[in-house]
């Protein structure tokens, strides 16, 4: 039985292990800095921000954990999130994987947040965690699309891809992070779908147990730093934060 008396703790898993391979060689992608401060710090700092949010576990890369905590120690949080570092996996699900078997025991909400996506409004991270503990087992913050989706026989490069259809686009929507989940079902989801069938998120794999999976409002600066353009903007909205709102 539930304890009525005590809080609803909420955990997050951010994924950091990847290596950024479209931003371009250099640093690994989490660790390169936007306004001076690493994107990873962005990121722990926007799931901290939420009230709700006493664990963080980071999934750092496997060969850089150690540096990677004396880094967080660099920016402490305030007192009410507790952090960990774990060495990630060779692909997001498997660091992921790692991740959850990091969290403490009594989570009530777990989210799971790309640390490419640093510029996360808390407004999102809280309307995500309010979701789930409405009830909703798996939610997803997501957008509608600006562009026309084509769905196509891909091709080798260089040659045109026929075009075979094209979904109905006021029906589709652009998926963010955090998604987040009843803690069980998440764990059983990655207990149980097998690395490679094609889920990309971790509600494509709570959708693989026929979980039924909710849609909340995303928002415009949970973009994913993906390619070197999307550094530009994040540079920008990094800067109109600073200069209105006195972020650091
Ligand atoms: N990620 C991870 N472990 C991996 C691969 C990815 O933890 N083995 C994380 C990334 O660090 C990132 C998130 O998953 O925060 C989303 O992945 P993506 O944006 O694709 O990042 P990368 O995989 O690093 O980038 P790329 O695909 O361009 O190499
Ligand atoms: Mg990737």
């Given amino acids: 039985m539930s304890d009525p008396t005590r809080p609803i703790r909420t955990a997050v898993v951010i994924p950091a292990a990847g290596r950024g391979v479209r931003l371009g060689p250099g640093t690994p992608k ?4 936007l306004g001076g401060t690493p994107m990873l710090v962005h990121a722990v700092r926007a799931m901290a921000a939420s009230r709700a949010v006493s664990h963080i576990v980071v999934v750092a890369p496997s060969d850089g954990a150690t540096e ?10 305030a007192d009410r999130t507790e952090l960990v570092v774990v060495p990630g996996g060779r692909t997001r699900q498997e660091s992921v994987r790692l991740g959850l078997a990091a969290l403490p025991e009594g989570i009530d909400v777990v989210l799971v ?3 490419a996506r640093p510029l996360v409004p808390v407004d999102t991270v809280d309307a995500v965690i309010a979701a789930v503990r409405a009830g909703a087992p798996a939610v997803v913050p997501a957008l509608p699309l600006a562009d026309t989706v084509k769905q196509v026989e891909p091709q080798p490069q260089g040659t045109p891809e026929p075009v075979v259809g094209t979904p109905e686009r006021s029906l589709l929507r652009a998926v963010q992070t955090p998604q987040g989940f009843d803690p069980e079902t998440l764990r059983k989801a990655h207990d149980t779908v097998v690395e490679g069938e094609g889920a990309t998120d971790d509600a494509g794999l709570a959708e693989r147990l026929g979980v039924p999976v909710v849609v909340v409002p995303g928002h415009e600066e949970a973009f994913k730093v993906t390619r070197p353009l999307d550094l530009v903007l994040a540079e920008a909205v990094l800067a109109r934060r600073r200069a209105t709102d006195g972020y650091v």
């Fill in 30 to 33: 989490a660790l390169r800095t």
């Fill in 113 to 115: 947040h790309d640390a």
């Fill in 68 to 77: 990677v905590d004396r880094l967080l120690h660099e920016y402490p949080l």
